[in-house]
């Protein structure tokens, strides 16, 4: 209710002032505008106003911002195929560009370059505003020509030789960062770890740069002055190293403290490092302290028991605060303006003022606690009163209207500066006009919206007329629009924009209407036939007594019938096949094109009906067999359980046999081996090329076999060994008391060894640097500087 108030008189607002701007910002330059000096939301569009976080202001019209674009002057749809080159030109952005906001003949799948479009982006860039052949997938601009960025670099506009992750540009050349570095447009010898220090390189492994110079130092090394110092054991202070490392900070130049457990107590002229358990430092001055204690001036004290107001110590407790130099509790009194009152609950300004009974209004006291608010000096009781300005009223009677106070009440709302009953009068553009309930604005005028309509401004009688295409056309409440005419849609329907007989239960075919009870449509044609007719071509037939076969002929049948060629068949009895109608019904299959089958009794093999059904529906050169008992092997069936199929030839051997070439083998107790027949089954025994071995005792090693307790195989050699031995090339070694580094095999050392080229260490006491190895406690420094 409160929004419809402020646009109302918003757009009586914009009426007057005919600008697009916002209100609170340009429309209060007028005083009578001083009620939407706060609402930053509103602003107005020639005479209307609109809400500025959901709509904005093309020219004079109002758009929504997340459906509309504003082109110039008119209101584009985003979701069309039109958009907006340089915010004045509107284009169809499937034929045409902007680029450089300047329309090119274009389209969505072209690109811009300068003044010009391109198609291929695979083939063609734009380099410098210039369209140019690519010479392949991974290829860029390099001035207006392209490199392949895989073998080439771009320094400076030109192309050169070296391309790939390990190379970069240096000046107007290319060089290999991996073993030189570029400084100050100089290729100098030094790879991964170099940097640049001056016109010179250095190893940031073993040196830093300090002030110019290369000083060494190195990792976990910075800069002091011109000297270098290390993070670990070192400081720097004011540019003096001094012992220090982790957790410490500078006391001065000479000394530094240990955060945690101690402090830096300044003065104006002497710098201590004390000991944070038995010492505090109070304004500069050094005190012995205890556990729970804190400065308070130069004095320690008990913060869980005292507090510290204005330098002063005094009786603390839990809900104890400071008020200037005084204290107060905070559950029974209250603190303003650095003193506490004997009685009060709430501040206003430095006075103490009850606010059950009371309110505060700019620093001073009003009568008048619960539901009062304040209006400029005054109190007013919210539920019977409204503030207007700086003035209250009574909402039971009066209205305010931009800031002025109006005859009104409770049913009352504003239309510019004039109060209405909204329950019979309306409010449209400025003018108060007969209306209320039900009614809505058609511009300048008000109708009732269960008897009237607006159509584009004008006002129409829902009963006799419809609005179509923002035209008034002849019509009712039971008239829909086809295109600008209206029809009655009981009697009537709308087929491709055009007005045929036919209501409800009426479809369209084509532009006309048929009631698809009683007819049918087949291809855009209204025929004769309802319910149970379908479509054969162009013509209509009942499929309960006939049949649409595909030559688009109708004849006699029903729903149990079928087409075979040009005649039809009753599937219950008959079977078609090949084009022939033959004897057979719903148990019946085809057995080529002349013969039909029972599958439940039949079998057809080699096109000829066979004795067996079901379980025998499988065929063996021309005979049925039943799987289940029996295989085929080439043309002849055999029994599963007395024979095999061996490079087919049925063979003695039925369960429990497999195939060893062209012969049968009992697998319980014989193995097959590169196509022999040896002792051993195929639980516990596998092949070694061609012995069996009891894979439970030993194992095989290219061909050969060992016991897996005493040898191992590395590298297809057996070599002594055991469960205890690994391989380490082509040796074996015992993992409990050596370790293998790069295929040789030295003693190890300690409980965790590790390698360093080639040599075993023990990773807990010593450390691999550069390739040598040394102890934990030493700093790993690159022995070539």
């Known amino acids: 209710m409160a929004v419809g108030k402020t646009f109302a008189l918003a757009a009586l607002l914009c009426a007057v002032l005919h600008v697009p701007r916002v209100l609170g910002a340009s429309c209060s330059a007028n005083s009578s505008l001083s009620a939407f000096t706060n609402i930053s939301y509103q602003a107005c569009c020639g005479t209307r106003a609109y809400d500025n976080r959901t709509q904005s202001c093309c020219g004079t019209q109002v758009f929504s911002m997340s459906s509309h674009a504003c082109c110039g002057e008119e209101v584009l749809l985003k979701r069309s195929k039109y958009r907006c080159c340089n915010g004045t030109q509107k284009y169809n952005y499937r034929r045409q560009s902007c680029c450089n906001g ?6 969505r799948k072209y690109h811009c370059c300068g003044n010009k479009t391109y198609k291929n982006g695979y083939t063609h860039t734009c380099c410098n505003e210039q369209i140019v052949k690519l010479g392949g997938e991974k290829h860029r601009c390099c001035g207006n020509k392209t490199y392949s960025y895989e073998t080439h670099e771009c320094c400076n506009g030109q192309i050169r030789k070296g391309g790939g992750w390990k190379y970069a540009c240096c000046g107007d050349e290319v060089y290999k960062y991996t073993t030189h570095t570029c400084c100050n447009a100089t290729i100098s010898p030094g790879g991964k770890h170099y940097r640049c220090c001056a016109n010179k390189t250095y190893n940031s492994l073993t040196h830093e740069c300090c002030n110019g110079q ?7 090394h910075g800069c002091c002055g011109n000297d270098t110092y290390s993070y670990d054991t070192q400081d720097c202070c004011d540019g003096n190293v001094v012992p220090g490392g982790r957790w410490r900070y500078c006391c001065g130049r000479n000394q530094t403290f240990h955060y945690r457990s101690q402090g830096c107590c300044v003065n104006e002229t002497i710098l201590t490092v004390y000991s944070k358990k038995t010492h505090a430092c109070c304004e500069g001055k050094l005190v012995e302290s205890g556990k729970r204690q804190r400065c308070c001036g130069t004095k320690l004290y008990n913060y869980e028991k005292r507090i510290c107001c204005e330098g002063e110590v005094k009786k603390g407790g839990r809900y104890i605060r400071c008020c200037g130099s005084k204290t107060y509790n905070t559950a029974t009194q209250v603190c303003c303006g650095g003193q506490v009152p004997p009685t009060g609950n709430s501040c206003c300004g430095d006075k103490v003022y009850n606010y059950q009974t009371q309110t505060c209004c700019g620093d001073k006291i009003r009568t008048g606690g619960t539901y009062h608010y304040c209006c400029g000096t005054q109190t007013y009781h919210s539920r019977t009163q409204g503030c207007c300005g700086s003035r209250t009223y009574n909402k039971t009677t009066e209205t305010c209207c931009l800031g002025k106070i109006k005859p009104g009440g409770t049913y009352y709302r504003c239309c510019d500066n004039k109060p209405y009953d909204y329950r019979t009068l309306s409010c449209c553009l400025g003018k108060v006009m007969p209306g209320g309930t039900y009614h809505y604005c058609c511009r300048k005028q008000a109708y009732n919206s269960r008897t009237h309509g607006c159509c584009k401004n004008q006002i ?3 009963t006799n007329h419809t609005c179509c295409k923002n035209q008034v056309v002849p019509g009712g409440k039971s008239h829909r629009c086809c295109k600008k005419q209206a029809y009655n849609y009981v009697t009537h329907s709308c087929c491709l924009g055009q007005v045929s007989p036919g209501g409800s ?31 054969c071509g162009e013509k209509v037939y009942n499929y309960a007594t006939h049949v649409c076969c595909p030559i688009g002929q109708i004849v006699p049948g029903g729903q149990s019938y079928r ?5 039809t068949y009753n599937t219950t009895s008959l079977t078609c096949c090949g084009g022939k109608v033959l004897p057979g019904g719903a148990y019946h299959r085809c057995c080529g094109t002349n013969s039909t089958f029972d599958y439940r009794t039949q079998t057809c093999c080699g096109g000829e009906s066979k004795p067996g059904g079901q379980d025998h529906a499988h065929c063996c050169g021309t005979q049925p067999y039943n799987y289940r008992t029996h295989g085929c092997c080439g043309d002849d069936i055999y029994n599963k359980s007395t024979h095999s199929c061996c490079d087919g030839n049925a063979l003695p051997g039925g369960l429990g046999h497999g195939c060893c070439g062209a012969q049968t083998y009992d697998y319980n107790t014989q193995s097959c081996c590169v196509g022999q027949i ?21 194992r095989c090693c290219k061909n050969e076999t060992y016991n897996a307790t005493s040898h191992t195989c590395c590298r297809n050699k057996v070599v002594p060994g ?3 031995r690994r391989c380490c090339g082509s040796q074996s070694y015992n993992l409990n008391t050596h370790t293998c580094c790069d295929g040789r095999n030295p003693k190890a050392i300690g409980p965790n060894p590790a390698c360093c080229e080639g040599q075993a260490y023990n990773s807990e006491t010593h450390t691999c640097c550069y390739g040598e190895i040394q102890s934990k406690t030493t700093p790993c420094v690159s022995r070539y500087g």
Do not use: E, I, M, W
């Open 102 to 107: 300047q329309l090119v003949k274009g389209g």
């Open 505 to 535: 239960k009426h479809n369209c075919c084509g532009a006309k209407a048929y009631n698809y009870r009683t007819q049918s449509c087949c291809l855009d044609q209204v025929l004769p036939g309802g319910s149970n007719h379908y479509c």
């Open 678 to 698: 040896k002792p051993g089954g195929r639980y516990r025994f596998g092949c070694c090329g061609a012995q069996p071995y009891n894979y439970t005792k030993h």
């Open 722 to 724: 055991g469960t205890d």
């Open 460 to 462: 129409y009688d829902t």
């Open 214 to 220: 290369a000083v060494r130092g190195g990792y976990r």
């Open 563 to 567: 087409c075979c060629g040009a005649q």
